[in-house]
């Protein structure tokens, strides 16, 4: 399907989705890679704004992810947002890792490059793609709230629970016409 039948291009601006709703109850896919070897993860944390005058998103990512490795080694990134009646086939891609599975292909979605490259759905409602522009990992000592003290000291106990705050520039926005 030629994606420009599919999205138009809006601005960041023109974003009217509550940001607490599309991140903390619809959640949101985040897909990494090219058309030859992609990878996507449903990622529960996050949001928008502005960062250096930029539009940005961000994601927290357990560090083992694959998905982020290929993040960090093609710099760019999409993140998808689809109608609710896709749940359950968005929710596969929290199943299990594209590591060493074939989850990409038994997904129940179809996917779809955009003019720039990156890789998303046909299903998806709103898109954004995003250029990397930090990955950043959280120090303990940084954190003021015994509750969110308590919680990193527990998550770092363990190596594989260390996250990584990654914000990429938005550089598009895709909605579904
Ligand atoms: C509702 C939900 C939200 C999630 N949110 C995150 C998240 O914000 N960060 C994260 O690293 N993993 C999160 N996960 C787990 C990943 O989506 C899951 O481990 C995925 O299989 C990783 O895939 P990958 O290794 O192929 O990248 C979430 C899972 C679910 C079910």
Redesign the pocket.
């Known amino acids: 399907m030629n994606f420009d039948k599919l999205f138009n291009e809006i601005s960041p601006e023109d974003i009217s989705d509550d940001i607490f709703t599309l991140v903390g109850k619809d ?1 949101f896919a985040v897909t990494a890679g090219r058309e030859q070897k992609y ?8 949001g928008m704004g502005l960062l250096f005058r930029k539009p940005v998103a961000w ?4 560090q ?5 490795e290929l993040l960090m080694k093609e710099q760019s990134f999409s993140i998808s947002y689809f109608p609710d009646e896709y749940k359950k086939q968005m ?1 596969f ?7 060493d599975s074939n ?1 990409m292909k038994e997904v129940e979605l179809k996917s779809i490059k955009t003019p720039f490259g990156n890789i998303s759905f046909e299903e998806a409602r709103l898109i954004l793609e995003c250029r990397l522009l930090q990955v950043t990992t959280p120090n303990p000592d940084d954190f003021y709230t015994e509750e969110a003290k308590d919680w990193i000291n527990e998550m770092y106990k363990d190596p594989n629970e260390v ?1 990584k705050y990654v914000f990429g520039e938005i550089t598009h926005v895709w909605i579904k016409k």
Do not use: D, E, P
């Open positions: 959640y990878n996507s993860m449903i990622c529960s944390g996050g994601c927290v990512f357990q083992t992810r694959y998905t982020l929710m891609l929290a199943s299990k890792t594209g590591r989850k996250r």
